[in-house]
C-alpha cells in the first residue's frame, strides 16, 4: 500500500547520473530535499535507471509527482522523469516539518484537575517526531548523558490536549471571549460580519475547489488529507461521490460548531503555548510572538502587523488580544504590545508567545489564572477586535490547600472522591455566566457576573484545596436564552451578541440543510482501471461486504443514519441525553473515530495480504470497480471503502494523467 511519506520514487534516471546533481535538480525545480538516493550497479557504480528523493515536507512530495503528472517537470538531463510516491521513507522521520519539534520540553506526572498536571519529571531539549503517516510518536531523551527513545503510538494514546506547532492551525473566538470581548466594547456587528464571512466560504466549498481546499486547510486532523489530495489530484467536489460527501460532512460540522458554540475562525489570530523571555528584555506590557505564516499571509503582501518576514515565519508588531480559555472576568483579556527583539529572534522561538519577566505580575496569571506550564493561549492581532478598554485583572491567588496531621487513608481518598463528584460546579457556574453576560445590561461587568467568575476560580481550585465553590440559590437561573436550545425549560430570546450570531447561523444552517442531497448516480473514474485488475473482482467484492457489514454493525452501535456520520463521529440526530451532555458525546465521539481508524487498518491489512506488492494497482483498482461501477452497486455500498487506499488509486490517477499528457504531446508533434 501507497505511504503517506515525503518520499517518492523516481524512474527513468540517465546511467551517468550522480547523487549530487539528482539532489540540485529537485531542490531547483520542486522544493527543499531532505534526502536522496539513486540505485546503483556494483560493477561501475553506474545508475540503475531508478531511485528515490526525500522531501521536507509532504507539500513538496506531492507538488513532484504533480509536476510530473501534468509534464510540467523539467528534463534532467535531457530525461523525462517518471515519479510515484514511494512505501518507504529513505530515512524514517516525520513527513511534515511542523511535526518536527526541536527543543521541546517534556513533563511526565499525572492529571489532578482540568488541564492541570502534577509533574513527577521534566526533561528538556526534548527532540520529538509525530507521525501521523506511521500512527506513532517519537521523543528522544537526554538523560545524564545518555539518549533515550520514547516511542509512542497512537492507539495508546486516550486523550491529548490540542497545540499550535504552527500558523495553519485552527483559531477561533468561543462564547466566552465574545462575551468579554463585547463587554470592553468591541461592537456585534464585527463578530456578526466575521461570521457571516465564515458561512458564505463555507457554502460554497462544495462548488469551488480553491475555496474547499483553503476550509480544509484550517481544519485539524488526518482524516480530511484524503479529501485535499484528491482535489488536488483534480476531483470535482461537484461530482465525485465521496469526495462531495466528506465536504458536506465537514462542511454540517463547522456550522454546527458556529451555531452552537460561535466558533468563528480568526485569520489574525493564534492559539500558541506561552514561555518566559530568559534574557529579561521585554518589559511589563510587551510580548514577543513570532508565528508560521499561513498559504494566506504568503500570498498576500499587505501584512501591516506582520515584520521580519522569511519565506515561512513573521514576527507579530503592534497592540495583540491575549487571552485564555475558560475566561469569565473581563480583566482575563489583556491587551499587550508585541514587539521586534533581535536577541530573541535569534533563539529561533516560533509559534509561542513570549511573556516578559518583569512587572509586579506575571502577564499569564493576570489570563484566568495561568501559568507557563504548557497553558495555551489566544492570540489576535486583529485590529477590529482589540477592545478600546480594558478592565483590572482578577485575583488568581488560590486559597491554602488543607494541611493533614496524619498519613491520608484510602476511606479518605474515596470520600474526597465522592465530595468531589457531588460538588464539581464548574459547568453549572460557566452556564450561568454565559446566561448572565449575554443578557445583563452591564454584561460581563454585572456583579452577578463578577461573583460567578470568583466561584468558578475557586470551583477550579477545589481538586487542591478541597474547598467546594457553593453556588448561591439566588443565582441559579431561571429561564435560559434561546441560544442554550433548552427546550426543556422556560426560553426567552437573547438580546446579546450571543443570541444575534445564534439565530444567524441558525436560518443559514436552515437553508443549506434545504439543498438537495447528493445525487447516488455514478460518477465512476475510468482513469482508475488499471490492466487485468478483472482477475481480483471476486476477492474485492467479498472484502467490500465484509467491509459493509462490520462498518453497519458500528453505525447501529452508535446510532450513526449515514456513512459520513460514523466517518467524522458527528450525529446529525443525537438522542436527548446527548443533547444536553456535551461531554459525554465527546467521549462518545472519540469512540466512533477509533472505532472507524481501528476498522480501516484491519482493512490495510486484508490488501496487504491479499496480493503480492506488483499486484497492489490492480487490486486496489478492483475494489474501487466493486463499488463505483454500476454493475456493482447494492444500496448498502458505502463510498469510503475503496478511498482507504486513497494512496495507491492517487497514484493511479497521477500515472494516467502522465501517460494521457505524453499521448497529448506525441499527437501533436506528429501533426
Given at each position: 500500500?501507497?505511504s503517506?511519506?515525503?518520499?517518492?520514487?523516481?524512474?527513468?534516471?540517465?546511467?551517468a547520473?550522480?547523487?549530487?546533481?539528482?539532489?540540485?535538480?529537485?531542490?531547483?525545480?520542486v522544493?527543499?530535499?531532505?534526502?536522496?538516493?539513486?540505485a546503483t550497479a556494483?560493477?561501475n557504480?553506474?545508475?540503475?535507471?531508478f531511485?528515490?528523493?526525500q522531501f521536507?515536507?509532504?507539500?513538496?512530495?506531492?507538488?513532484?509527482?504533480?509536476l510530473a503528472?501534468?509534464?510540467?517537470?523539467?528534463?534532467?538531463q535531457?530525461?523525462?522523469?517518471?515519479i510515484?510516491?514511494s512505501?518507504?521513507d529513505?530515512?524514517?522521520?516525520?513527513?511534515?516539518g511542523?511535526n518536527?519539534?526541536?527543543?521541546a520540553?517534556?513533563r511526565?506526572?499525572?492529571?489532578?484537575?482540568e488541564?492541570?498536571m502534577e509533574?513527577?519529571?521534566?526533561?528538556?531539549?526534548?527532540?520529538?517526531?509525530?507521525?501521523p503517516e506511521?500512527?506513532?510518536?517519537?521523543l528522544?531523551?537526554?538523560?545524564?548523558?545518555?539518549?533515550?527513545k520514547?516511542?509512542?503510538?497512537?492507539?495508546?494514546i486516550?486523550a491529548?490536549?490540542?497545540?499550535?506547532?504552527?500558523?495553519s492551525?485552527?483559531?477561533?473566538i468561543l462564547?466566552?471571549?465574545?462575551?468579554?470581548?463585547?463587554?470592553l466594547?468591541?461592537?456585534?456587528?464585527?463578530?456578526?460580519?466575521?461570521?457571516h464571512?465564515?458561512m458564505?466560504?463555507?457554502g460554497?466549498?462544495?462548488?469551488?475547489?480553491?475555496?474547499a481546499?483553503?476550509?480544509?486547510?484550517?481544519?485539524?486532523?488526518?482524516?480530511?488529507?484524503?479529501?485535499?489530495?484528491?482535489?488536488?489530484?483534480?476531483?470535482d467536489p461537484k461530482s465525485?461521490?465521496?469526495l462531495?460527501?466528506?465536504?458536506?460532512a465537514?462542511?454540517?460540522?463547522?456550522?454546527?460548531d458556529?451555531?452552537?458554540?460561535?466558533?468563528?475562525?480568526?485569520?489574525k489570530?493564534?492559539?500558541l503555548?506561552?514561555?518566559?523571555?530568559?534574557?529579561?528584555?521585554?518589559?511589563y506590557?510587551?510580548?514577543?510572538?513570532?508565528?508560521?505564516m499561513t498559504?494566506?499571509?504568503?500570498q498576500?503582501?499587505d501584512?501591516?502587523?506582520?515584520?521580519?518576514?522569511d519565506?515561512?515565519?513573521?514576527?507579530?508588531v503592534?497592540?495583540?488580544?491575549v487571552t485564555r480559555?475558560?475566561?469569565l472576568?473581563?480583566?482575563?483579556?489583556?491587551?499587550?504590545?508585541a514587539?521586534?527583539?533581535?536577541?530573541?529572534?535569534?533563539?529561533?522561538?516560533?509559534?509561542c508567545?513570549?511573556?516578559?519577566q518583569?512587572?509586579?505580575?506575571p502577564h499569564?496569571n493576570?489570563?484566568?489564572?495561568?501559568?507557563l506550564?504548557?497553558?495555551?493561549y489566544f492570540?489576535?492581532w486583529d485590529?477590529?477586535?482589540?477592545?478600546?478598554?480594558?478592565?483590572?485583572?482578577?485575583?488568581?491567588?488560590?486559597?491554602?490547600?488543607?494541611?493533614?496531621?496524619h498519613d491520608v487513608t484510602?476511606?479518605?481518598?474515596?470520600?474526597f472522591?465522592?465530595?468531589y463528584?457531588?460538588?464539581d460546579?464548574?459547568?453549572?457556574?460557566?452556564?450561568?455566566?454565559?446566561?448572565?453576560?449575554?443578557s445583563?445590561?452591564?454584561?460581563?461587568?454585572s456583579p452577578?457576573c463578577?461573583?460567578?467568575a470568583?466561584?468558578?476560580?475557586?470551583?477550579?481550585?477545589?481538586?487542591?484545596t478541597?474547598?467546594?465553590a457553593?453556588?448561591p440559590?439566588?443565582?441559579?437561573?431561571?429561564?435560559?436564552?434561546d441560544?442554550?436550545?433548552?427546550w426543556d425549560?422556560?426560553?426567552?430570546?437573547s438580546?446579546?451578541?450571543?443570541?444575534k450570531?445564534y439565530r444567524?447561523?441558525?436560518?443559514?444552517?436552515?437553508?443549506l440543510s434545504?439543498?438537495?442531497?447528493?445525487?447516488?448516480?455514478?460518477a465512476?473514474?475510468y482513469d482508475?482501471?488499471?490492466?487485468?485488475?478483472?482477475a481480483?473482482l471476486s476477492?474485492?467484492?467479498?472484502?467490500?461486504d465484509r467491509?459493509s457489514?462490520?462498518?453497519?454493525?458500528?453505525?447501529?452501535?452508535?446510532?450513526?443514519?449515514h456513512?459520513d456520520?460514523i466517518?467524522?463521529?458527528?450525529?446529525r440526530n443525537?438522542s436527548l441525553?446527548?443533547?444536553?451532555d456535551?461531554?459525554?458525546?465527546?467521549?462518545?465521539?472519540?469512540?466512533?473515530?477509533?472505532?472507524?481508524?481501528s476498522l480501516?487498518?484491519?482493512?490495510?491489512?486484508?490488501?496487504?495480504?491479499s496480493?503480492?506488492?506488483?499486484?497492489s494497482?490492480?487490486?486496489a483498482?478492483?475494489?474501487?470497480?466493486?463499488?463505483?461501477?454500476p454493475?456493482?452497486?447494492?444500496?448498502?455500498?458505502f463510498?469510503?471503502f475503496?478511498?482507504?487506499l486513497?494512496?495507491?488509486?492517487?497514484?493511479?490517477?497521477?500515472?494516467k494523467?502522465?501517460q494521457t499528457?505524453?499521448?497529448?504531446?506525441i499527437s501533436?508533434?506528429?501533426?
Amino acid at each position: 500500500m501507497g505511504s503517506s511519506g515525503a518520499t517518492v520514487q523516481v524512474s527513468n534516471i540517465p546511467l551517468a547520473a550522480v547523487a549530487g546533481e539528482f539532489f540540485e535538480y529537485f531542490e531547483a525545480a520542486v522544493g527543499s530535499v531532505f534526502a536522496c538516493e539513486i540505485a546503483t550497479a556494483r560493477r561501475n557504480w553506474k545508475s540503475r535507471g531508478f531511485g528515490r528523493v526525500q522531501f521536507d515536507s509532504l507539500a513538496a512530495a506531492e507538488r513532484a509527482c504533480l509536476l510530473a503528472a501534468e509534464g510540467r517537470l523539467p528534463n534532467f538531463q535531457r530525461a523525462r522523469l517518471s515519479i510515484t510516491r514511494s512505501r518507504d521513507d529513505i530515512v524514517a522521520r516525520a513527513a511534515e516539518g511542523r511535526n518536527r519539534v526541536e527543543g521541546a520540553v517534556l513533563r511526565a506526572g499525572v492529571l489532578v484537575g482540568e488541564n492541570r498536571m502534577e509533574v513527577f519529571g521534566v526533561w528538556e531539549g526534548v527532540r520529538a517526531e509525530i507521525m501521523p503517516e506511521r500512527k506513532k510518536l517519537e521523543l528522544f531523551v537526554d538523560q545524564s548523558g545518555e539518549k533515550y527513545k520514547l516511542e509512542v503510538m497512537f492507539g495508546d494514546i486516550i486523550a491529548s490536549c490540542g497545540c499550535c506547532l504552527d500558523g495553519s492551525e485552527s483559531n477561533a473566538i468561543l462564547l466566552q471571549i465574545i462575551c468579554l470581548l463585547s463587554t470592553l466594547g468591541v461592537k456585534d456587528e464585527i463578530f456578526e460580519s466575521m461570521q457571516h464571512d465564515q458561512m458564505q466560504q463555507l457554502g460554497k466549498m462544495l462548488t469551488d475547489k480553491e475555496v474547499a481546499l483553503r476550509v480544509l486547510d484550517r481544519m485539524a486532523g488526518s482524516e480530511v488529507r484524503t479529501a485535499i489530495k484528491m482535489l488536488m489530484q483534480g476531483y470535482d467536489p461537484k461530482s465525485e461521490p465521496y469526495l462531495s460527501m466528506m465536504l458536506k460532512a465537514y462542511r454540517d460540522c463547522q456550522l454546527s460548531d458556529i451555531r452552537s458554540k460561535c466558533r468563528i475562525f480568526v485569520p489574525k489570530g493564534r492559539v500558541l503555548i506561552g514561555c518566559l523571555d530568559e534574557t529579561c528584555t521585554l518589559d511589563y506590557g510587551q510580548a514577543y510572538i513570532k508565528v508560521t505564516m499561513t498559504k494566506e499571509e504568503l500570498q498576500n503582501e499587505d501584512q501591516t502587523f506582520l515584520k521580519n518576514t522569511d519565506q515561512t515565519s513573521a514576527v507579530v508588531v503592534g497592540q495583540v488580544v491575549v487571552t485564555r480559555n475558560p475566561c469569565l472576568h473581563p480583566g482575563d483579556i489583556r491587551v499587550l504590545q508585541a514587539v521586534y527583539d533581535v536577541g530573541l529572534d535569534d533563539m529561533g522561538l516560533v509559534d509561542c508567545i513570549v511573556f516578559p519577566q518583569k512587572g509586579a505580575r506575571p502577564h499569564p496569571n493576570e489570563c484566568s489564572g495561568g501559568d507557563l506550564d504548557g497553558d495555551l493561549y489566544f492570540i489576535c492581532w486583529d485590529k477590529n477586535l482589540i477592545p478600546p478598554e480594558t478592565d483590572t485583572p482578577m485575583d488568581y491567588t488560590p486559597r491554602r490547600p488543607r494541611l493533614m496531621d496524619h498519613d491520608v487513608t484510602l476511606e479518605e481518598i474515596q470520600k474526597f472522591f465522592v465530595d468531589y463528584m457531588i460538588n464539581d460546579t464548574l459547568g453549572v457556574i460557566s452556564t450561568t455566566h454565559l446566561i448572565y453576560a449575554d443578557s445583563e445590561p452591564m454584561k460581563a461587568r454585572s456583579p452577578k457576573c463578577l461573583e460567578l467568575a470568583n466561584l468558578h476560580s475557586e470551583a477550579v481550585d477545589f481538586a487542591k484545596t478541597g474547598a467546594p465553590a457553593e453556588m448561591p440559590r439566588v443565582l441559579r437561573p431561571k429561564e435560559f436564552p434561546d441560544f442554550m436550545e433548552r427546550w426543556d425549560r422556560s426560553t426567552f430570546i437573547s438580546p446579546g451578541v450571543i443570541g444575534k450570531l445564534y439565530r444567524a447561523a441558525s436560518i443559514h444552517f436552515e437553508d443549506l440543510s434545504s439543498d438537495a442531497t447528493f445525487s447516488k448516480v455514478s460518477a465512476y473514474d475510468y482513469d482508475l482501471q488499471v490492466e487485468g485488475f478483472e482477475a481480483f473482482l471476486s476477492p474485492a467484492k467479498e472484502y467490500r461486504d465484509r467491509y459493509s457489514e462490520k462498518l453497519s454493525l458500528l453505525m447501529n452501535y452508535y446510532g450513526a443514519e449515514h456513512e459520513d456520520e460514523i466517518l467524522t463521529g458527528n450525529l446529525r440526530n443525537k438522542s436527548l441525553y446527548l443533547q444536553k451532555d456535551k461531554k459525554r458525546y465527546g467521549e462518545m465521539k472519540d469512540r466512533m473515530l477509533v472505532g472507524v481508524r481501528s476498522l480501516h487498518q484491519e482493512v490495510e491489512g486484508w490488501f496487504r495480504c491479499s496480493c503480492a506488492e506488483r499486484d497492489s494497482s490492480r487490486m486496489a483498482s478492483a475494489w474501487y470497480h466493486v463499488t463505483y461501477h454500476p454493475d456493482y452497486q447494492p444500496e448498502t455500498t458505502f463510498r469510503s471503502f475503496p478511498w482507504i487506499l486513497s494512496d495507491v488509486l492517487l497514484n493511479i490517477k497521477a500515472v494516467k494523467k502522465h501517460q494521457t499528457l505524453d499521448l497529448k504531446v506525441i499527437s501533436s508533434t506528429n501533426r
